[in-house]
């Protein structure tokens, strides 16, 4: 369910830890509460964008709306509220791409030619529907699971 509903985002989902933060935003692990299923909940404060950042937000979640790839982190639900508007998406708990990579001693050429295949997998996919990613750094790519090797995700904003 990728629409702007108009339930209240507590009548659907109960939040948690927070995993991340931004300007604007914060990012919190939530469940969904009649599956227990859980999600990463981009939560922007609203109340401080401008008419223009407003329009940016509904641009993002319009593009999120329509990738479905299994390397991009997928929006499963958007919902406006008085102040705050949630962006529901995939909770990706395995950390970042480039924490993962000073972590390791090694990284092997394997590994690496691994990552940058599921990367430039994701980015091809993204330019075939006239999206691109005008901020795409490591620290943005996701790891899915710790696991040699790795399995990226990211999420694309701009569209061409």
């Known amino acids: 369910?990728?629409?702007?509903?108009?339930?209240?985002?507590t009548d659907e989902y109960q939040l948690y830890e927070e995993l991340g933060k931004g300007a604007f935003s914060v990012v919190?692990?939530?469940?969904?509460?009649?599956?227990?299923?859980?999600?990463?909940?981009?939560i922007i404060n609203t109340?401080?964008?401008?008419?223009?950042d407003h329009q940016k937000l509904e641009r993002e979640a319009r593009i999120c709306r329509l990738l479905k790839h299994p390397n991009?982190?997928?929006l499963h639900d958007s919902i406006s509220e008085e102040g705050f508007h949630y962006l529901i998406f995939d909770l990706v708990t395995g950390g970042e791409l480039f924490e993962d990579i000073?972590?390791?001693?090694?990284?092997?050429?394997?590994?690496?030619?691994?990552?940058?295949?599921?990367?430039?997998?994701?980015?091809?996919?993204t330019h075939q529907h006239?999206?691109?990613?005008?901020?795409?750094?490591?620290c943005l790519c996701l790891i899915m699971l710790h696991r040699v090797p790795a399995f990226t995700r990211l999420c694309p904003k701009t569209r061409l």
């Not at 369910?1 to 985002?9: E, V």
């Open 1 to 9: 369910m990728a629409a702007t509903t108009c339930t209240r985002f």
């Open 28 to 42: 919190r692990r939530c469940v969904k509460l009649c599956t227990g299923q859980e999600y990463a909940a981009k």
């Open 47 to 52: 109340k401080k964008l401008s008419a223009r």
């Open 72 to 74: 991009i982190v997928r």
């Open 102 to 125: 000073v972590a390791r001693e090694y990284y092997s050429e394997a590994d690496a030619s691994h990552c940058i295949h599921q990367i430039l997998d994701s980015v091809s996919y």
């Open 130 to 138: 006239d999206i691109v990613h005008r901020d795409l750094k490591v």
